[in-house]
């Protein structure tokens, strides 16, 4: 690792104006940031450690569940209010990592986390993500568990979060202070895909920092999976994953949220697909067609198309469980 600065700040205001220096970066439980370092992938100038700083609660305000950016991914899964309103997010910080990493990691740290594609982690690789103009060594690759969505440029480097796909189902939103005040992003705009700009990941602007994600509360989110396919059953990135929910009113869909995991390089949700299912009796035939629409945008390539048919079957599973335990 090569030599840096560390400096722990102890209120919001310290933090940004410590984050306002370029070379600067955020460390909280440091799960993904030291290993990357480790990797000579980061090379912050600075760490700036906003660990002690009072973000970390988890609490029903309203007509929104608010989860601290520093809550840790352990205490998300376990809190009442979680799992009382939005299982989905229990269930997809369950899915991932190990009971010592859920421990240390936080909720933005999840969120902020980086592509496990093997390119982008190996330095002596290519990589447009890590070094922009160096090239692509997955343009002419393996792919096997890269994205098939959102893969217009050469970068196909999948994201790697649970959480991220179940926030976006729920209709979540990225709460951040920064030099120019708070704002909030919408989950559906927080990523970016890799477009012509693979390096920048998210629209966070320098010297943000995510304080907490409000999640709206209703029947729907109370309603909400998690659903993920990996290659092994212990700590694995997901090859397909869904976070979903579905309300249906008298024998018709009177609601319906779907996001994908492990298939592109951002979570992935098309709510003019959803839409088409509103109002229809709920059948195999619906959810077939709303998968056409959904996965239309895909360009797979032979080693990784196998994760089409995967998200067909998981998402089928959510929307049609009685459907599938009947033909299982």
């Known amino acids: 690792m090569r030599s840096f600065d560390y400096l722990r700040v102890d209120s919001l205001a310290q933090a940004l104006a410590a984050l306002s220096v370029p070379g600067s970066r955020a460390l909280a439980g440091g799960t993904t940031l030291v290993d990357l370092m480790k990797l000579g992938v980061e090379t912050p100038a600075r760490l700036v450690d906003i660990g002690g700083l009072p ?160 999640v709206p509360v209703g029947d729907l989110a109370g309603r909400s999976t998690y659903l993920k396919l990996r290659g092994r059953a212990s700590y694995e990135f997901a090859s397909a994953s869904v976070a979903a929910a579905i309300r249906v009113e008298e024998g018709v869909v009177g609601a319906v949220a779907v996001a994908l995991g492990g298939l592109g390089t951002v979570p992935w949700r098309d709510v003019a697909a959803e839409a088409d299912l509103l109002g229809r009796p709920l059948s195999r035939a619906a959810v077939d067609r709303f998968c056409d629409a959904l996965l239309a945008p895909a360009q797979p390539r032979a080693d990784n198309r196998y994760k089409l048919d995967l998200a067909r079957g998981a998402i089928r599973r959510c929307l049609l469980p009685d459907m599938m335990e009947e033909t299982a």
């Open 55 to 214: 973000l970390a609660t988890i609490a029903r305000d309203g007509e929104a569940l608010l989860i601290g950016a520093l809550a840790s991914n352990s205490a998300v899964a376990e809190h009442p209010a979680v799992l009382r309103h939005a299982p989905a997010i229990a269930q997809a910080i369950l899915s991932g990592a190990s009971g010592q990493i859920r421990n240390m990691a936080s909720l933005a740290g999840n969120l902020m986390q980086r592509t496990r594609c093997p390119y982008f982690r190996a330095a002596d690789w290519p990589c447009d993500k890590r070094e922009p103009g160096s090239g692509c060594a997955a343009a002419t690759g393996s792919t096997a568990h890269h994205a098939v969505l959102g893969v217009g440029s050469p970068c196909r480097a999948v994201h790697p979060s649970d959480l991220a796909v179940a926030l976006l189902a729920l209709d979540a939103e990225v709460h951040v202070a920064g030099p120019a005040g708070p704002r909030r992003i919408a989950m559906a705009r927080f990523y970016r895909l890799p477009a012509d700009t693979p390096a920048i990941e998210t629209e966070l602007a320098p010297g943000e920092l995510i304080t907490h994600v409000a």
